[in-house]
């Protein structure tokens, strides 16, 4: 088969930043081409147009277009377009779109197509306790409602999204994969009492929660120490920096075990994770997120938010602990644990890597998937 994805973001340095979306369509992508399938991806929304070839896939780098009056329309109207000339002339069997923002409302494609749920702003506005734009719900319920295959990367989203936009569709659940001999564990010397939290600096991922739960920790604990690796962004709700919220939460003897690591390549990430006593992801809104995925395939003990999704990838007491972000002490009670038990903590990160290998290994995924575009296209 020849399967396509249409996105706005791909992890490749000649294209904009991506995140957790990016990633998971390239490591199915990855997997697609060593069965022996075609892929192409085309990457909306770009600076310029190119086409990249990337150890065998296909990338269309498709650049953005502003238009004087009804741009949303037209610009779809040119995707449409652009892709359905590469459906024909490529012989492509199935197009795949993520469901954020509903980028296919309103387009008709040559072949049939996938919306995978990773999570689509209604969605994520719906666990935020946000208002969403009518303009953005409208398109993404249309979008839905107009595709030959709605496929969620978690039950939990899919649940979530079908009441939300109260769709009739049957949703199929295939979660995220990872490739386990691309993130496996890395021998290093272990920072003794560290605490490794990596991804966005935002509210919704628990940030705020983490600062009160960490306070109490260093009261208990006082050689605990906490790194936030990743990108700070300003807060939705306060229209201020959300790493500024973070340490105003804090005690002064908590913020001085606090070390804020900005954006830094993938290969020095693994290492800071390697390096880490124990992850802690206590995020509120995620679809089955990647970084979980990454940091339990190199065997770490978690302690993660226990929401929907959580239940899915994590086993409580097996690969770490899922606490209630907003239950501090709870929350810090864990931390203490595994940074004081090497023995659980050791044991927690091995059984986490096994889960990741026996549910989530990117080849099993990838089957899964293949099989599903398979019944589509007959």
């Known amino acids: 088969m020849h399967i396509a994805f249409i996105t706005p973001e791909y992890p490749h340095p000649k294209l904009n930043k991506a995140g957790g979306l990016g990633t998971s369509i390239k490591n199915l992508a990855v997997e697609l081409i060593k069965e022996k399938h075609e892929v192409s991806v085309f990457v909306y929304s770009q ?3 190119a086409i990249i070839m990337d150890n065998g896939i296909e990338i269309y780098k498709i650049s953005h277009k502003k238009y004087a009056f009804l741009g949303w329309c037209l610009y779809r109207k040119y995707l449409q377009k652009t892709i359905n000339k590469h459906i024909i002339n490529n012989h492509i069997d199935i197009l795949e779109a993520p469901d954020w923002t509903g980028v296919t409302a309103f387009m008709n494609f040559k072949c049939p ?4 749920l990773n999570g689509s702003d209604a969605y ?3 666990l935020d306790n946000r208002k969403q734009k009518k303009k953005n719900f409208f398109f993404e319920k249309k979008a839905l409602q107009n595709a030959d295959k709605i496929v969620s990367v978690s039950a939990y989203t899919a649940k979530k999204t079908k009441d939300i936009f109260k769709l009739k569709h049957d949703i199929q659940v295939v979660h995220n994969g990872i490739n386990t001999e691309s993130f496996k564990p890395i021998d290093c010397d272990i920072n003794k009492n ?3 939290y990596f991804g966005t600096i935002i509210r919704k991922k628990g940030v705020l929660e983490l600062a009160h739960a960490f ?3 260093v009261k208990i604990k006082p050689k605990a120490s906490l790194i936030l690796l990743g990108k700070d962004v300003i807060d939705v709700f306060e229209n201020k920096s959300t ?4 340490f105003n939460i804090l005690s002064k003897e908590a913020a001085s075990k606090v070390n804020h690591v900005n954006e830094v390549p993938y290969s020095e990430v693994a290492q800071i994770i390697a390096k880490a ?3 802690t992801l206590p995020s509120f809104a995620e679809a089955f997120p990647m ?3 990454e940091a339990m395939a190199m065997e770490k003990a978690l302690v993660t938010s226990n929401v929907g999704w959580a239940n899915e990838m994590m086993i409580d007491g097996k690969t770490g602990f899922t606490v209630n972000p907003k239950e501090y002490v709870d929350y810090a009670n864990k931390m203490k644990l595994l940074l004081e038990d090497d023995k659980l903590a050791e044991q927690c990160g091995k059984q986490a890597r096994q889960v990741v290998k026996q549910k989530f290994e990117a080849t099993i995924i990838a089957n899964k998937n293949i099989s599903l575009y398979k019944d589509l296209v007959n």
């Not at 197509?113 to 995978?116: E, Q």
């Not at 790493?243 to 973070?246: M, P, Q, S």
């Open 277 to 279: 006593n124990l992850v």
């Open 124 to 126: 994520f506005c719906n």
């Open 243 to 246: 790493l500024e919220l973070f």
């Open 291 to 293: 970084t979980w995925l």
């Open 215 to 217: 306070n109490l920790l």
């Open 113 to 116: 197509l996938v919306i995978r």
């Open 47 to 49: 600076n310029n147009d």
């Open 194 to 196: 560290q605490i490794l």
